[in-house]
């Protein structure tokens, strides 16, 4: 199995900051990377496809970039609605994979 | 719209068997672009995807519980059914049903999710 490492686990920041969240793989997987965004009792949302592809009606602060083994989710100014956990996820293989997730938390 | 939906006890004994039910509504499962999938988040863990089906009838699943699981499908009544067996306390978790894409299989659709709590 393709391993996801996600960094920082807990992220502590307020709004209007920007933030990088890191999501390493354990082989390379091109750009075979999606992120998703999970709130409380919630399904999670997927946000980013394709390493930087936005999701449909997802707002423009996000964007992705990496290749290979190394990727990056990036808020570039922190809004109220984005405190949640943020997952990355490989589907470059069976079995699709997920990282252990990051939690962007208020500061 | 398409929405998914899942159904099920919400308590099941171990050793027993889960069993499972997403209705699609809004749209077709037998769409050649997608597969449709289940996903499980133990509470306060992360997710694990449990395996998928495609309509030419083909289904994969984790390694780690292919010999536990079966998912079938029900064109007919656009549902497809998730069954664990065998379930220990391990298996506690929210269950998620989802749609993925058959060129970017990332999931792009969710339903709401329901827990499954394993407990004598």
């Known amino acids: 199995d393709i391993q996801m490492t996600q960094s920082p686990s807990t992220l502590s920041a307020s709004a209007g900051d920007r933030v990088t969240i890191t999501c390493r793989a354990s082989l390379s997987i091109s750009d075979w990377l999606a992120w998703y965004q999970q709130k409380p009792g919630k399904a999670p949302k997927v946000m980013i496809y394709k390493v930087s592809s936005l999701e449909s009606g997802v707002p423009s602060r996000f964007s992705g970039s990496g290749s290979g083994t190394e990727f990056t989710l990036t808020i570039s100014s922190l809004q109220p609605d984005d405190f949640a956990t943020y997952y990355c996820q490989q589907y470059k293989s069976h079995p699709a994979t997920f990282g252990q997730g990051t939690k962007v938390e208020i500061k | 719209q398409l929405q998914l939906q899942e159904s099920g006890p919400g308590l099941v004994k171990p050793s027993e068997t889960l069993s499972l039910t997403c209705t699609v509504s809004g749209g077709s499962i037998s769409s050649s672009l997608y597969y449709w999938g289940w996903i499980r988040q133990p509470p306060g863990k992360g997710l694990e995807w449990i395996g998928s089906?495609?309509?030419?009838?083909?289904?994969y699943y984790n390694p780690s519980l292919k010999s536990r699981v079966t998912i079938s499908v029900d064109t007919s009544k656009s549902q497809f059914s998730l069954k664990l067996y065998s379930v220990t306390a391990a298996d506690t978790a929210v269950y998620y049903c989802?749609?993925?894409?058959?060129?970017?299989?990332?999931?792009?659709?969710w339903g709401r999710g329901t827990l499954v709590t394993v407990s004598s």
């Open positions: 089906f495609y309509s030419s009838g083909s289904t």
């Open positions: 989802a749609r993925q894409g058959r060129y970017f299989p990332y999931f792009d659709l």
